[in-house]
């Protein structure tokens, strides 16, 4: 496996003779000092909660009421991290700020749930407050596809059909556009930021595509509506129930498997003739 960020952030501790490897940042509440960052080598464990520190080291104070004592463990893992929840009635949610609403549910009790985020806002309903602190995981480990002879499709290397794609999307057509203009609110930081009506996206393709227009838009929402496979062409003999809430379904599939990335936006403000039309857009 290949380390795609294996960041030293701390000094030796004076035994090992090297350096401390940390691969977990926790950042409390409402810190803005780097000094009151809280630095996890793989293996080592965070306890956070209610009750004070009083000198134990690895304990991480949040004074609030509506916290439990003991409320949760932070445990770094190499690549990744895990939280316990210690509360007996409390759900925390793990979200990713990232991930245009992508969260993680750790339902009371869970012990030890692993975490894949590389940003992580940890939150903690208490008494009709929501609490949260962040948390940095750096280190993520890919697969090196020239040492194991990957062809990219994760099918190994050898004779045989290549791997079709489940989405396949051209990044240079209008459809793209229209995509990337209804994912683009959440995609900048607003997971729930409602979408944007057609005429709004004609406003914001414009400059792009001077004669962009409702019918064309329209157009291709409902051409990526076949392609995402969630209704059938116009000329097919099963028409199928009507889809309700398409766009909100568009957005829903393509940020959950991330069709759309947040640096793909930039496609809205590209040059106008770096972008092509549809294959029969109107």
Avoid at 51 to 70: E, K, M, N
Avoid at 129 to 136: C, K, Q
Avoid at 189 to 195: D, N
């Amino acid at each position: 496996m290949g380390k795609a960020h294996d960041i030293a952030y701390g000094s030796g501790d004076g035994n090992s003779g090297g350096s401390t490897v940390y691969s977990v940042i926790v950042v409390p509440i409402d810190s803005s000092d780097p000094g009151g960052q809280v630095r996890l080598a793989p293996g080592e464990t965070l306890r956070f909660g209610r009750a004070t520190a009083d000198g134990r080291p690895g304990f991480l104070t949040i004074a609030h009421h509506g916290v439990s004592r003991r409320a949760g463990e932070i445990t770094a893992v190499g690549s990744h991290w895990t939280l316990s929840n210690l509360s007996r009635t409390s759900t925390y949610v793990v979200e990713n700020p990232e991930g245009a609403g992508e969260h993680i549910k750790i339902a009371p009790g869970r012990i030890e749930a692993p975490i894949p985020f590389e940003f992580s806002r940890v939150v903690l309903p208490a008494a009709g407050d929501l609490l949260s602190f962040d948390i940095w995981a750096p280190r993520h480990d890919y697969a090196d596809e020239t040492a194991t002879g990957r062809d990219g499709d994760g099918d190994g290397c050898g004779d045989g059909e290549p791997t079709v794609h489940a989405f396949p999307l051209d990044r240079s057509k209008r459809y793209f556009l229209v995509l990337a203009a209804l994912c683009e609110a959440r995609l900048r930081g607003a997971p729930h930021a409602p979408l944007p009506t057609v005429d709004q996206v004609v406003d914001r393709l414009r400059p792009l595509w001077p004669t962009a227009s409702r019918t064309a838009v329209q157009w291709n929402i409902d051409y990526l509506a076949v392609k995402f496979r969630m209704k059938q062409p116009p000329e097919s003999a099963v028409c199928g129930p009507r889809l309700n809430g398409k766009k909100e379904s568009l957005v829903s599939l393509a940020l959950r498997f991330d069709l759309v990335r947040e640096a793909e936006l930039a496609v809205l403000t590209a040059a106008p003739a770096a972008v092509l039309p549809g294959a029969a857009a109107p």
